[in-house]
């Protein structure tokens, strides 16, 4: 899982500018009366627009051979990849002496709603945050919109799309309210006025089923409520810009913790806020794409079409979800049998 936990909120949005930076310290505009925020640790990408891109239905890749699973990891050369938006190439990582990821690649289309699955411990969470631009790849690259990443969000040179990153923790400001945390990156980077700020807000907050809410605190909602603030704050950006680029989700556990029926909601509204899906308020979606990594069979059966799965180091299988039931893969059914080992081990 990412490991910031709910006090130590990290936004991270990519947005059209042409240069990336950490929020400033300077505090919500509407609000006088600054409560604590340590902007240090909010920091906000902002890129340049995406060019024109069309959009087709992702065909996935089955090897039910382990001896084929290589071939998984350098399955880059779709014949046309005009609608690739992330692609995750050849990526190493290491912590200290431990290898953790050890060469994986694949790529997330326009459209797509990608799970990555596999034993605690693997790497998922690793493989989040470095697509999020928030850890760095030892070698191998991430590339957004075909273009190398170089270094993290913080470096000046990244570009392609939004790319945000839903923490499990939801990791909401927990001195301000939901209207402030939900509004919180238009307050700081956007010339709109309070009011629109608010009546955006309020939107958003409806299109994830919520109302009425605005001037809570985050210790006066529920589990799942806070789940659905910071999918609100997620999705919401700057109506006034002349052009929205497509944005990219980034769910890590987003159910974890939760009772069914509040997982099953919070799946729901994770398809809902996709451009396939509609949300609360009968809207289309405005998410392009999304990744969850997840442990959880109803997220993977509710909220994703495409599995990655990761066991040591490599995606060894990859595939549409009711594949994955499915599937003769050894390593796919001894996972699935719960009696696959965890971490990676050299
Ligand atoms: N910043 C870090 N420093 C040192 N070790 C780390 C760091 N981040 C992750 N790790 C280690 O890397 C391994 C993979 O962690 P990660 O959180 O990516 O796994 P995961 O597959 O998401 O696990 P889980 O399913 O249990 O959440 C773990 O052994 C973890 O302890």
Redesign the pocket.
Known sequence: ?V?LSATTPFLLFTGQNSSTRILPPNSLRHNNNHRNIDHNKVACACIAPPPNFKSHDSSAINFNGLSKADHVNTAWDYEDDSDVLIECRDVYKS??E?R?LNGVSFKIRHGEAVGII??????????LKILAGLLAPDKGAVYIRGKKRVGLVSDDNISGLRIGLVFQSAALFDSLTVRENVGFLLYEHSTMSEDQISELVKENLAAVGLKGVEDRLPSELSGGMKKRVALARSIICDTTKESIEPEVLLYD?PTAGLDPIASTVVEDLIRSVHIKGKDARGKAGNIASYVV?T?QHSTINRAIDRLLF?HQGKIVWEGMTDEFTSSTNPIVRQFASGSLDG?IRY
């Open positions: 899982m490991s912590f200290g431990k953790i596999g034993p605690s411990g693997t790497g998922k969470s690793t493989v556990e990594v442990h990761l971490p």
